[in-house]
């Protein structure tokens, strides 16, 4: 199929988001108002705009949105605080349905982007509000029951693993159980991991690791890197392990194929370059059912997103004319 063809699919496809939901707060600060505080005689950073958008899961939420996809909605944990509201509002922008459990027993978790006003970089310590301990089980078991509500009514469900403690994070040891039984009771449902830590502990579902991800993962499990051993031991339908510039690594019960990328010379940002990757791949391969078509439209929206300033999203349009020069 063609780029416009595989487009045309897209606004048929649903699809919830479960796992790490979070905020991004892009703060400007003006250098010029750095006073020194009177009380503690520490400089301050003179905050003088604030946009907010959906991050991490949220991120992916937003590129399937812009992509045009059909039903979206997210399922994670938020806290009952302003930045739990932030997000909601951020959900609400991009028309992405919010199945969030609100707990005071947790805090929004939420990445805040200090930029220079004068410079528009971001050259400062990023503050970053996350959940350290484990999940409290009266959360857990609430994320659960709307996983089980909900899963069946998508044709696609795409688990967002990006918490980076140990312990904290959504997708918990029973969220991963409930995935892997997930995809074996539904065949007919796609179901996509990317995790930032924990490749290896998930089981029957199509995962996405980066090339530092797969790899730290099978020298977990084997003391070497062999992707197609890990494929074997997580059982996932197919392993597509993103390298970059390089491309995808598409490794199948055929063998393994590369897939080269667009090339870009200067990326602007590749922040969720990864997240862009997803959704252009989770949709192509609901829509056509080939994990090569599926690397190859993920790689093109990639380079489409790591044109632009921080968590940036490509639209149908834009996919379809670089897709056609990229063709020819």
């Given at each position: 199929?063609?780029?416009?063809?595989?487009?045309?699919?897209?606004?048929?496809?649903?699809?919830?988001?479960?796992?790490?939901?979070?905020?991004?707060?892009?703060?400007?600060?003006?250098?010029?108002?750095?006073?020194?505080?009177?009380?503690?005689?520490?400089?301050?950073?003179?905050?003088?705009?604030?946009?907010?958008?959906?991050?991490?899961?949220?991120?992916?939420?937003?590129?399937?949105?812009?992509?045009?996809?059909?039903?979206?909605?997210?399922?994670?944990?938020?806290?009952?605080?302003?930045?739990?509201?932030?997000?909601?509002?951020?959900?609400?922008?991009?028309?992405?349905?919010?199945?969030?459990?609100?707990?005071?027993?947790?805090?929004?978790?939420?990445?805040?982007?200090?930029?220079?006003?004068?410079?528009?970089?971001?050259?400062l310590p990023r503050v970053d509000f996350i959940n350290a301990k484990t999940l409290p089980a009266s959360v857990q078991s609430a994320v659960l029951a709307l996983l089980e509500r909900h899963a069946r009514e998508f044709d696609i469900v795409v688990v967002s693993d990006q918490a980076e403690t140990e312990d904290g994070g959504v997708v918990t040891a029973a969220v991963r159980d409930h995935v892997a039984e997930l995809a074996l009771s539904q065949p007919?449902?796609?179901?996509?991991?990317?995790?930032?830590?924990?490749?290896?502990?998930?089981?029957?579902?199509?995962?996405?690791?980066?090339?530092?991800?797969?790899?730290?993962?099978?020298?977990?499990?084997?003391?070497?890197?062999?992707?197609?051993?890990?494929?074997?031991?997580?059982?996932?339908?197919?392993?597509?392990?993103?390298?970059?510039?390089?491309?995808?690594?598409?490794?199948?019960?055929?063998?393994?194929?590369?897939?080269?990328?667009?090339?870009?010379?200067?990326?602007?940002?590749?922040?969720?370059?990864?997240?862009?990757?997803?959704?252009?791949?989770?949709?192509?391969?609901?829509?056509?059912?080939?994990?090569?078509?599926?690397?190859?439209?993920?790689?093109?929206?990639?380079?489409?997103?790591?044109?632009?300033?921080?968590?940036?999203?490509?639209?149908?349009?834009?996919?379809?004319?670089?897709?056609?020069?990229?063709?020819?």
């Amino acid at each position: 199929m063609n780029t416009r063809e595989i487009l045309g699919l897209f606004p048929g496809l649903s699809v919830l988001v479960v796992g790490d939901i979070c905020l991004d707060r892009w703060c400007r600060y003006d250098p010029a108002a750095a006073d020194v505080s009177r009380e503690t005689g520490i400089p301050r950073i003179g905050v003088v705009e604030t946009q907010t958008t959906a991050g991490a899961g949220g991120t992916v939420a937003n590129n399937l949105a812009d992509l045009g996809a059909g039903r979206i909605a997210v399922l994670g944990a938020v806290g009952q605080d302003g930045f739990g509201f932030e997000l909601k509002k951020a959900l609400a922008a991009r028309g992405v349905e919010a199945l969030l459990v609100e707990s005071p027993e947790v805090q929004t978790f939420t990445y805040t982007k200090l930029l220079n006003a004068k410079t528009g970089l971001e050259d400062l310590p990023r503050v970053d509000f996350i959940n350290a301990k484990t999940l409290p089980a009266s959360v857990q078991s609430a994320v659960l029951a709307l996983l089980e509500r909900h899963a069946r009514e998508f044709d696609i469900v795409v688990v967002s693993d990006q918490a980076e403690t140990e312990d904290g994070g959504v997708v918990t040891a029973a969220v991963r159980d409930h995935v892997a039984e997930l995809a074996l009771s539904q065949p007919k449902k796609l179901v996509w991991a990317d995790s930032r830590l924990r490749s290896e502990l998930f089981r029957n579902v199509v995962v996405k690791p980066n090339q530092e991800e797969a790899e730290q993962a099978c020298s977990r499990l084997f003391g070497r890197v062999d992707f197609p051993a890990l494929r074997q031991h997580i059982n996932a339908p197919v392993l597509l392990v993103t390298h970059g510039p390089r491309g995808v690594l598409v490794v199948e019960d055929g063998g393994e194929q590369w897939v080269t990328t667009r090339s870009v010379a200067e990326p602007v940002d590749i922040c969720g370059a990864g997240d862009s990757f997803t959704a252009g791949a989770v949709l192509t391969l609901a829509a056509t059912g080939e994990a090569l078509e599926a690397a190859w439209m993920g790689n093109l929206v990639a380079s489409l997103t790591i044109m632009k300033k921080g968590t940036g999203t490509a639209t149908p349009a834009e996919v379809l004319e670089a897709g056609e020069r990229w063709e020819q």
